[in-house]
């Protein structure tokens, strides 16, 4: 069983920056795949980004380029997503996920295997 714990969530101003990182086990076939999501309340959940650890491919959403940047430590087995220049709009639950490819379906949460418990971002203005 795959587990994924984020942390890093806080309150910040707009403008501000945050460093979330998603810890989890190792990165192996069924989970070389990991993405953030994001839900505010009474919103569909967002894919944000995407990095396959197998070759460190990345993909974001349009949204969030050049805005928040997501990469990986493979000695940690975990999984960062840096964000930068936050707007209200940012304010969410975040969480990680993860499954075995991110060519396929990459924007689309139900295809996901594993999910974190979420981290909280509020960003004031």
């Known amino acids: 069983q795959v587990q994924l714990v984020e942390s890093g969530g806080g309150s910040v101003q707009a403008g501000g920056s945050l460093r979330l990182s998603c810890a989890g086990s190792t990165f192996t076939a069924d989970n070389r795949c990991r993405a953030w999501f994001r839900q505010a309340p009474e919103k569909e959940r967002e894919f944000i980004a995407a990095?396959?650890?197998?070759?460190?491919?990345?993909y974001y959403a349009n949204s969030v380029k050049g805005r928040f940047t997501i990469s990986q430590d493979n000695a940690k087995n975990t999984v960062y997503l840096q964000m930068n220049s936050l707007k209200p709009e940012d304010s969410a639950m975040y969480y990680c996920?993860?499954?075995?490819?991110?060519?396929?379906?990459?924007?689309?949460?139900?295809?996901?295997?594993?999910w974190g418990q979420g981290t909280q971002v509020t960003v004031s203005s």
């Open positions: 996920a993860a499954k075995s490819i991110c060519s396929t379906n990459t924007f689309v949460g139900r295809d996901y295997n594993y």
């Open positions: 990095i396959f650890t197998g070759n460190s491919n990345t």
